[in-house]
């Protein structure tokens, strides 16, 4: 710390740049986890709100009374949303059902089939979110180490000083208090976000294994009263 620094110039600029070095240090992995941060948050915001939406067309159309085989045809073949699980899912059953006189088998891979790509959906519902929680966590504890730096930096000014005055330590202690402020500033909307985001990609995942049940319930029918294999045959 440059005792330069006086009680009349200690703006959040100056205290930063006049900071000793290792407390630049940690203010600079503060900053860095606030910005990556509020991207992770934009970015995965809307991500979800993206996989919400199409999962709800899906849906509409899935419930319109539209033909499997009609809706199979009809939907790409894409790597993510309800529609990959519904494809994985019927792409096993015609695949299994010409080969196999027992039905249990034929469900049987439905259901792991829709079991894999259901846990390729929530890992990708779900990613980066841990890197929220690592910042939300992190942060204060990263925060509270430039302030102990900061507490010492008075002490051994106090100690180098003839006169003890509020002009000497203060610096150092504004230096400190800045520390554990950016701390918060990362940690707070790291972990209201991470909350949030958690629990909306969670809400998400349980329609989706909603929407698994269901079809599986319905292929399930479809083929003990008969109805798939006479159309099969």
Do not use: C
């Amino acid at each position: 710390m440059n005792e330069s620094v006086s009680s009349d110039h200690m703006s959040i600029i100056s205290l930063v740049s006049h900071a000793s070095g290792v407390v630049q240090i940690v203010m600079a992995i503060l900053l860095l986890f606030s910005i990556v941060s509020w991207v992770l948050i934009f970015r995965r915001g809307f991500a979800l709100r993206q996989a919400r939406s199409e999962f709800e067309s899906f849906e509409k159309r899935f419930w319109s009374g539209v033909d499997l085989n009609e809706l199979y045809r009809e939907v790409p073949e894409q790597p993510e949303g309800a529609a990959h699980l519904f494809r994985a899912g019927f792409r096993e059953f015609n695949r299994l059902l010409p080969k196999s006189s027992d039905d249990g088998a034929v469900l049987g891979g439905v259901e792991r089939s829709m079991s894999v790509a259901l846990s390729r959906e929530e890992s990708r519902l779900t990613q980066k979110l841990p890197i929220l929680a690592s910042i939300s966590s992190s942060s204060p504890y990263i925060g509270l180490f430039g302030t102990v730096w900061g507490i010492m930096g008075s002490f051994q000014s106090l100690s180098l000083s003839q006169q003890a005055t509020l002009a000497t330590v203060a610096p150092w202690i504004a230096e400190a208090l800045v520390a554990t402020a950016m701390g918060l500033f990362a940690a707070i909307p790291a972990v209201i976000a991470y909350n949030r985001l958690s629990s909306n990609a969670d809400g998400l995942i349980g329609r989706y294994e909603n929407f698994a049940e269901e079809f599986y319930s319905i292929l399930y029918r479809n083929l003990h009263t008969g109805r798939v294999r006479r159309e099969n045959a």
